[in-house]
């Protein structure tokens, strides 16, 4: 008799269990079972211009009949069917400049979605602001009796290619394209011997990016930018022992599209007038050689790099007897020009001729 009691008490309880379950889920259960389709995964997206490409895996759910890509806080959207292919590559287009995020939903044939918030991922279209901030590979020009030569910076793996357009001896235009990504030097052997300026265009893809951006960019060419070697003419008219460095390896560098300061190769491997002390290499300090020319290679001054005058007084002054000209035929720079010390004296007298090599 306890025993009968003892199991109907355990009936009683486990009756009065199950109302008060089916009582706190029936709301949920109200519509029916909800059922989601199979999540897209592996979401990746790459920058385009004005568009954004998604790739992604779809899962191995064969009810799966369309995928609807959102973004804008659901306000817009794409549709695209499904495939039999497991990853998927689809471009929303017509995106204005700035960044997305995108939520990729599958649908199977009942309609059935797969879970809401699972398959986010952010993107950007690209346009004219990120071209706008894009720089043409940096490259340095000099001439050379061999031709123009171009010497180009490392850059990173970002940059594609760079093209150079410029003008040939024979008149046409020329153009030659640039892969290498690591720091080289090229020569434009059949450039104008008057080429004033060539046209860099440098190619850009973003990382995972589906489409090419440009830099563009004219450079000035400074004809009389190269290496040299210089003979001619010192006099020190206070110190006889002080003469001229010739043959004298320089280097004519540009700080400006007219402006040219002389380096001493031999002696300083900077901007200093080198000389000879009694036979031995020397140079004058706080003298360095600047020409300014004009349009047509004419040198129209020159001045002291370190002041005019610098601190011990010494300055630089063109003499006007000279050719002062550089001729971008023979590649040849003739100028005349004094340091002067104290004040405007004549200490010094330069006649120099500069041969390319």
Request: proline share 6%.
């Amino acid at each position: 008799m306890k025993n009968i009691m003892y199991a109907l008490l355990l009936t009683v309880t486990g009756l009065g269990a199950c109302t008060k379950m089916d009582h706190e889920y029936a709301p949920y259960l109200a519509s029916g079972e909800i059922f989601y389709t199979g999540v897209p995964t592996n979401l990746e997206a790459h920058p385009g211009r004005g568009r954004v490409e998604l790739q992604f895996t779809r899962s191995k759910d064969p009810n799966i009949t369309r995928f609807v890509i959102y973004w804008n806080n659901r306000s817009s959207s794409l549709e695209v069917p499904a495939s039999d292919s497991v990853i998927r590559k689809v471009i929303v287009p017509n995106l204005p400049e700035g960044e997305y995020a995108f939520e990729v939903v599958a649908y199977d044939k009942a309609g059935n979605p797969s879970t809401p918030g699972s398959a986010v991922i952010s993107g950007s279209s690209l346009g004219q602001a990120y071209e706008n901030n894009l720089q043409a590979r940096r490259v340095n020009i000099s001439n050379s009796q061999a031709g123009i030569i171009l010497s180009f910076v490392s850059v990173d793996t970002i940059c594609k290619y760079t093209s150079v357009g410029y003008v040939t001896a024979s008149g046409p235009a020329g153009s030659v394209k640039y892969l290498s990504q690591d720091a080289f030097q090229d020569t434009l052997k059949n450039a104008s011997p008057s080429l004033a300026a060539v046209q860099l265009k440098t190619a850009y893809i973003p990382p995972m990016g589906i489409d090419t951006f440009y830099a563009s960019q004219t450079l000035p060419v400074n004809l009389a930018a190269a290496q040299y070697t210089c003979t001619g003419q010192m006099i020190d008219h206070t110190n006889g022992s002080l003469t001229g460095p010739y043959p004298w390896n320089v280097t004519l560098r540009p700080t400006t599209a007219t402006q040219l300061e002389l380096v001493d190769n031999d002696e300083t491997n900077d901007v200093y007038h080198k000389i000879l002390n009694g036979g031995n290499g020397s140079y004058y300090g706080s003298f360095g050689v600047v020409f300014n020319l004009d349009n047509n290679y004419r040198v129209i001054s020159v001045v002291n790099k370190y002041g005019q005058p610098s601190s011990n007084g010494r300055s630089a002054e063109l003499d006007p007897s000279g050719i002062n000209k550089f001729d971008p035929n023979t590649r040849t720079l003739k100028v005349k020009y004094w340091m002067n010390q104290p004040g405007t004296t004549h200490r010094t007298s330069f006649d120099e001729t500069f041969s390319m090599k």
